[in-house]
């Protein structure tokens, strides 16, 4: 067996709105109010059936054919030398003569003798439907006859290709001395059974039609209708088969003869008049022989056989119930050769019960066949007065074939869930036997439902019932038939503009191609989807963007194309693409599944709050690129991931950067070094973003309940020196200097001030080495700021005044000014308060050159302080209303919170 993507996914459970405007005709027998252009349904349906032994078929009354019986024995005899196919035909075109039951219970007889260990099918032609279109031609049969005789290995895709192997496959079983037998049943043009034939002598065709074939190699055999006795013989033994001990044919003989003659002898007529017989024990053969020839009267305008049958239809149809009747007319909005009783309860809209008992009820008035357990079907003659009976009473075909189609479509979707054991316990099916069970008996009708559908505009029930269609031939591993059925899955998601579809439809399609063997065409395919899922993915962007107005994420709101909400596109391509990873491994170059799943993760950030879906696609692009073995794509996603995971305090963002930084190689080529610059980049965003995560006191204290105290720091620690070691493997020295002076920074402000002292140092180290004079002056005022901290204020003036010189040589003003203050503060505590208010001041400059607010801010301050403790008072208060009023006007907490509160500390309350 083969597994498909799912269908599951897919297929609803909910029954559709049934919408208006449109009616839906069963088999394209019944007339339609409206015209539709869409894409050209499947064709026909070929139902294959296995011959059954005698003791095992249906039980049937069968008279009077002795004759004809031993004549197609003696020719289907594998071990005569006879004419190896037998066409057996009605005298005058005669429907209901009993051409099928004569064919049925030879073959059936055959296979009890062991002639044809081979195998022996039995394929109705349908050559006698209305519509041509309707009729079965060998392209449609030759790949289930193919399956029913049990052919090994993929089934060809072409026609051509088909009939070869249907001959190939004769022709082996001739030469291992295993005759088959190919019972073609309703065949209206010999077209319909010429490549049908077997070649070789050593097999039996036995063909039906209502018409003399030019069959050559064949024996012609014409039933006539019954002889009178035989007649009788079959309403005497069909009636005792009804009602045992039933003697009212035998006491009325005359009466018997004269219903027999009214019924033309013809079986079909014969067995309805008898079960009208059989349902009502207070009525003779005379009484319902006066009946039908009131009926026979109103048909005068057809010939004597016709006439027969249709007088037989009326007058039994005359006799159902009200319910008996509906369910009648109704039976044909089915499109399918059989009905089970679930099925035909949707048609009428009763419960299962009550409909089989219905079914048994018509049965037993012979207006319809058994077809198998559980199984009807109406004889085609019978369907055609059904139909017309549905015209003249006006039934609701459209609400009818709306259940059926939803009836469809809800049994498929849990038969596929059960199949594939996805979705939980169903209410429809105990096991996956079950399910396939049904999706067996049931393939021939929800092929013609998807007939149906397509033919009247409703490409949606379409699309659902073919995706059904998909995965039962995939789950069989039937590789043709999946490519075909996929493919037609494709076009019905093309007309429906259903984005979701189209590409689970063309994922099967890949599928099915890879299983095929077929590994260029399933490359091809697999592009194709990737191809599609950019655009997809581009106009969910787009969508984000504001270029279209939101849009429903519900599909079953709409009777046009499908619609979703943006991040339900980008939901629907992740999806696909992971589904098809098997395909993109084998079949598309390394990239192309990555690129797809980065850009998914590019548009769906700023669209999910929680970043799981950007989360879950770049988790899928690590996979994807480590199988590939590409380490550059793998270490990039994992650098990401560290930018998206959630900081929950169990580290798994933290892992991802150290994932990306093991995956890196630990010296690149020199000529790869520009390229993994990107790594390097992502990795050293991490600790930045945790810096800023860590000022927010909830993920802060998160981090230190599940880590302790320090835990916030500690974390940062890790992540800024992993930063410094991957720009250390592509020798990017300036870099790390940054980071160390980014993490001497963080360390000074948690208090760490061996970390801050160390970090800065190595900063210094290397941009001394660089010749780099501002880099050098940002990590000596740095070290100042540390020595500050620490109290050794000489040093820290010494350092100060030295990085704002080599600062402002090289015209970084900013960072100057801000040096200039942290040597005002020191010179400040070492009592120099000359010293202190002339660095503030200069800081106070620079820091205007440099609309540096908050650098002014915090230098006029420290010019307040110098100018309150040399006694120069005044000239301090207007230095402090001064920052205070910059402060008010930056309009920013971190600006105006610290200068209120160093205002408040030092007593000054002025505004």
Known sequence: MTDAPGPSRRIRMDARASGGGRVLQAGRDLHVSEVHQHTGAPGPVAVVEPVLPADDALREVFVGRSAESQAVLAIIDPAHDASATVVVSAVAGLGGIGKTALARSCAAEAVSRGWYPGGAVFVDLDGYAPDPADHVQPEHAFGPMLHALGWHGPVDGHPRGQAAQYHRLLAERAAEGRPVLVVLDNAGATTQVADLLPRSRAHRAVVTSRHTLAVRGSRTLELDTLTEPDAQALIDEQ?????????????????????????????????????????????????????????????????????????????????????????????????????????????????????????????????LERAGEGLWRQHDLMRVFAIELL?????????????????????????????????????????????????????????????????????????????????????????????????????????????????????????????????????????????FHREVVREAKRDADGARPAETEDPSQHHGPVRTTTRGLLRDALRATVEARPLLDRDAPAHAAYDLLIEIADAATGLDPLGSLSTQALREAVASSHRAGRRRPEALACARLALTEPLDGNGTASRWQLRALRVMPPRPAPEDRDAWREVCALIAAFPKRLTLAESASPVG?????????????????????????????????????????????????????????????HALNIRTALGDLPGRGRSLAGLGEVALALGDFAKAVDLCHEASALLEAGGVTFDAGRALTSAA??????????????????????????DDTAGRVSALLAFGLALRDSGRTKRAARSWRQALRLAKAAKDSSVYHPTRRFLDAVGFHGG
């Open 701 to 761: 204290d998160r981090l230190r309940a599940h880590d302790g105290p320090d835990a916030p720091f500690t974390g940062l620690v890790r992540a800024f020196t992993s930063a410094v070691e991957a720009y250390g493997r592509i020798d990017d020295t300036a870099a790390q200097a940054s980071l160390w002076g980014e993490l001497g920074g963080l360390a000074l402000r948690h208090g760490a001030h061996d970390h801050a002292w160390a970090s800065h140092h």
């Open 825 to 850: 503060y020191a010179h400040q505590n070492l009592g120099q308060l000359d010293r202190a208010a002339d660095a503030a001041r200069r800081a106070a400059e620079l820091a205007l050159a440099a």
């Open 239 to 367: 009636l005792a088969l009804l009602r045992p001990g039933d003697t009212r044919t035998r006491d009325d003989v005359r009466g018997t003869v004269r219903l027999s003659r009214l019924c033309g002898r013809l079986p079909l007529a014969l067995h309805i008049a008898t079960a009208l017989l059989a349902a009502d024990p207070a009525q003779t053969p005379t009484s319902l022989a006066d009946d039908l020839e009131g009926a026979h009267s109103r048909l005068d305008i057809l010939d004597d056989g016709e006439r027969a049958v249709r007088a037989t239809f009326e007058l039994s149809y005359r006799r159902l119930t009200a319910d008996q009747a509906t369910l009648f007319r109704l039976l044909p909005v089915n499109p399918g050769p059989h009905v089970a009783a679930d099925t035909a309860g949707r048609l009428i809209g009763l419960p299962a019960p009550e409909t089989r008992r219905l079914l048994h009820q018509l049965g037993r008035a012979h207006v």
């Open 391 to 531: 015209g003249r009473h006006g039934d609701d075909q459209h609400a009818a074939a709306n259940r059926l189609l939803d009836h469809y479509i809800i049994r498929a979707a849990a038969a596929v869930r059960t199949l594939r054991g996805t979705g939980g316990p169903s209410a429809v099916f105990d096991d996956a036997d079950s399910a396939l069970e049904w999706f067996e008996r049931e393939q021939p009708n929800i092929q013609a439902a998807v007939s149906m559908a397509v033919t009247f505009g409703d490409s949606d029930g379409a699309l659902r019932l073919q995706e059904a269609v998909v995965a039962l031939h995939a789950h069989h591993g039937r590789l043709t038939e999946w490519e075909s059925a996929a493919r037609t899955a494709l076009r019905f998601a093309e007309e429906e503009q259903d984005p979701d579809g189209r590409s689970w439809a063309m994922s099967n399609l890949a599928h099915a191609l890879r299983a095929a063997g077929r590994h260029d065409e399933a490359a091809t395919a697999v592009l194709e989807l990737m191809l």
